[in-house]
Structures are given as structure tokens and as C-alpha cells.
């Protein structure tokens, strides 16, 4: 079983994981020490970044325990966008991303979902989609007294687009989340000064961030690749 996972991932890959991995724990063991639950919620993120990367629908089942672990640990801190879009959104959206991803495999590999294309159409409908989403939970965060509302308000802006275009199975999923990344790490900075052991946190969405990036990188390189594969077969076939 080892060898398969080590086998369906390249070096790089691994290698970014254990030192995400590590990071994580070690600035959990040096801030931390109290709250298994962020450590364990960081863990479950950054397998399923890793996954999803690969374009592998097991990633999403990983997201979804994380929205619901991230969400409670948002509660905590009263920072109730988080929880509200991880839990309310974020988990929801995973599901039924998991379900597009299965439902498009490339080429028979469930191991593999296809890349989507996205036409501009679509674009401004999710624009107008996410502006709606973005005005109505703002007032949402703001009734429910949410801590630090403008960045909360962001968030789920970026997690929204982020979750549409997981769902669509397009490449810029990752970017978008790279965005709410850069968002999150800002929000726990403010909680981190009331509270050192959130430090973790921090360093856990900035190993977030570099995955993110890799994650758009390679899907970058899997969409031309099933391009570049497709064009071969249909010359073939004429």
C-alpha cells in the first residue's frame, strides 16, 4: 500500500507534503500543545491540497472533514464567516465537487478527473453569483457580530469562487484559494495577537498557500497534457 502511494506520487510532491507536514506540527508543538483539534484539522487540509492537486476526487472527501473541523475552530474565536462558509459552503460545495469529479474522469482514470474549460459567459455568471453571495453575507456576519467583518467578508468572497471553480473542475479552483489563503492568514494575525497559540494557524495556511500554488501549477500541466492527448487521439481517428 506504501509503495502504491509513493509510486502515485512524484518526489516533489512528497517532499512538499513532509515539509508542510512538518511545519504544521512543529509550530503547533512551539505555540500550541493545547488545541489537537487545529492540528489535526491542518493535517486533514494540507493531505487533501495535495490530492486535489493530482486532480484525485479523494481530495474533496478530505475537505469536507476539514470545513467541518475549521468551522468549529472558527467558532471559538467568534470569527462566525469562517464557520458559516466552511460549514454552510465550503463542506456542501465539496460534496457535490466530489461528485462532478467522479462523474468526469479523464479518460476512465478515477484517479484523474478531466479539466474543465470555463467560457467567459460563465464567468460573468459566477461574478454576478459571488457579488450577491459577497453582499448578503455581509449582513449575515454583521447581525451575527463576526469578529474583524471586512477580511470575514472577503473570505467568503474567495472561498466562494474558489469552491465554484472547484466545482466546475476548472485549474483557477487553486488560485482562488491561494487568494482566501493570503485572506485567512491576515484574519488569524489579528487573533494571533490576542492569542500566541494561533501562530499555528498561521503557519498552517501559509504551507496552504505555497500548496495552493503548486496546485494550480500542476493542474496547468495536467489540462494541456489531457489537451495535448486528446488532439493526438482525434488525428488519429480521422
Same mark, same amino acid.
Given at each position: 500500500?506504501?509503495k502504491?502511494?509513493?509510486?502515485y506520487?512524484t ?7 513532509l515539509c ?6 512543529? &509550530?503547533f508543538?512551539? *505555540?500550541?500543545r493545547?488545541g489537537?483539534?487545529k492540528?489535526?484539522? &491542518?493535517?486533514?487540509?494540507?493531505? /487533501?491540497?495535495?490530492?486535489n ?6 481530495g474533496?472527501i478530505l475537505?469536507i472533514v476539514?470545513s467541518?473541523?475549521y468551522?468549529?475552530?472558527s467558532?471559538? *474565536? ?5 464557520m %458559516?462558509?466552511?460549514m454552510?459552503?465550503s463542506a456542501?460545495? /465539496?460534496?457535490? /465537487?466530489?461528485?462532478? =469529479?467522479v ?7 478515477r &484517479?484523474?478527473?478531466?479539466?474543465n474549460?470555463?467560457k467567459?459567459?460563465? %464567468? ?11 453582499v448578503?453575507?455581509?449582513?449575515? #456576519?454583521?447581525r ?8 470575514s467578508?472577503?473570505?467568503v ?8 471553480f472547484?466545482?466546475r473542475?476548472s485549474?483557477f ?9 493570503? %485572506?485567512? %492568514?491576515v484574519? =488569524?494575525?489579528?487573533?494571533?495577537i490576542s492569542?500566541? &497559540? ?6 498552517c495556511f ?6 495552493? #500554488?503548486?496546485g494550480?501549477i500542476? =493542474?496547468?500541466?495536467?489540462?494541456k497534457?489531457q ?6 487521439k ?5
Amino acid at each position: 500500500m506504501l509503495k502504491k502511494v509513493l509510486n502515485y506520487f512524484t518526489k516533489g510532491e512528497i517532499a512538499l507534503w513532509l515539509c508542510s507536514v512538518t511545519a504544521i506540527t512543529g &509550530s503547533f508543538l512551539i *505555540f500550541d500543545r493545547t488545541g489537537w483539534l487545529k492540528l489535526a484539522a &491542518s493535517l486533514i487540509g494540507i493531505t /487533501a491540497l495535495i490530492f486535489n492537486a493530482k486532480g484525485n476526487p479523494a481530495g474533496q472527501i478530505l475537505i469536507i472533514v476539514f470545513s467541518v473541523l475549521y468551522g468549529i475552530i472558527s467558532y471559538s *474565536f467568534a470569527y462566525y464567516g469562517e464557520m %458559516i462558509t466552511y460549514m454552510g459552503m465550503s463542506a456542501p460545495m /465539496a460534496v457535490l /465537487a466530489f461528485i462532478s =469529479w467522479v462523474r468526469n474522469p479523464y479518460n476512465g482514470n478515477r &484517479s484523474e478527473v478531466k479539466v474543465n474549460r470555463i467560457k467567459r459567459g460563465e %464567468i460573468v455568471f459566477m461574478l454576478i453569483l459571488t457579488a450577491l453571495v459577497t453582499v448578503a453575507f455581509y449582513f449575515i #456576519l454583521d447581525r451575527f457580530g463576526t469578529a474583524n467583518l471586512v477580511p470575514s467578508t472577503i473570505s467568503v468572497t474567495t472561498s466562494f469562487i474558489a469552491v465554484y471553480f472547484t466545482f466546475r473542475r476548472s485549474e483557477f479552483y487553486a488560485l482562488a484559494y491561494a487568494a482566501n489563503d493570503l %485572506i485567512l %492568514i491576515v484574519l =488569524w494575525v489579528m487573533a494571533a495577537i490576542s492569542d500566541i &497559540s494561533y501562530l499555528s494557524v498561521i503557519i498552517c495556511f501559509a504551507m496552504f498557500l505555497i500548496n495552493d #500554488l503548486y496546485g494550480f501549477i500542476s =493542474w496547468r500541466k495536467m489540462g494541456k497534457r489531457q489537451a495535448d492527448n486528446d488532439a493526438e487521439k482525434a488525428l488519429i481517428h480521422k
